[in-house]
């Protein structure tokens, strides 16, 4: 038998100064005994990160501080059997790393309301400047039951 190619999943936008965990798959080939990733800046193509760990799962974790927020990145990753034989590499997968928004309500957790209709408002910011996506309020009785949930908010 071979290796066979790795495929990475996709990979969200998540914030740098936390360690994320990328996943990626192979079907059939050789048993994987270990997995090298590489990461490069998506615009100057400039070699960021690597690093290879020794597991049978199809994971790599990436360190919270290796990459910027704000930049965004190609990542790639091949596999290695018990012989040290290496597969091809992955087709790289483009992501962008941004700081955690912070959102603000005007009503809080634990907040009783006490008549059938609330008015909600939010204030919503993001460092990069990345606009938000996509949103449900949603309203909890005291035995946290779904009492009631908004409309979706696409921004």
């Known amino acids: 038998m071979a290796l066979t190619t790795p495929i990475i999943f996709d990979i969200g936008a998540f914030d740098a100064n936390d360690d994320y ?4 798959y192979v079907t059939g080939g050789d048993q994987v005994t ?3 990733i590489q990461i490069t800046n998506n615009t100057t193509s400039a070699i960021v990160f690597t690093n290879t760990v020794f597991s049978y799962t199809y994971t790599h974790v990436i360190p919270k501080g290796k990459l910027s927020n704000g930049v965004t990145y190609a990542i790639k990753v091949r596999t290695y059997n ?3 034989e290496v597969s091809a590499w992955s087709n790289p997968v483009v992501f962008t790393c941004y700081t955690k928004p912070t959102i603000k309500l ?3 957790d634990g907040q ?3 008549s059938s209709s609330v008015y909600v408002s939010m204030e919503y910011n993001q460092a990069q400047g990345e606009l938000f ?3 449900v309020i949603t309203l ?3 035995y946290k039951n779904n009492r009631s949930s908004s409309r979706p908010y696409m921004g």
């Open 21 to 24: 965990t990328m996943s990626f």
């Open 82 to 84: 018990s012989k040290n």
């Open 140 to 142: 909890y009785d005291e």
């Open 112 to 114: 009783q309301v006490n």
């Open 34 to 36: 270990k997995n090298e």
């Open 106 to 108: 005007n009503i809080t």
């Open 133 to 135: 996506n996509y949103g």
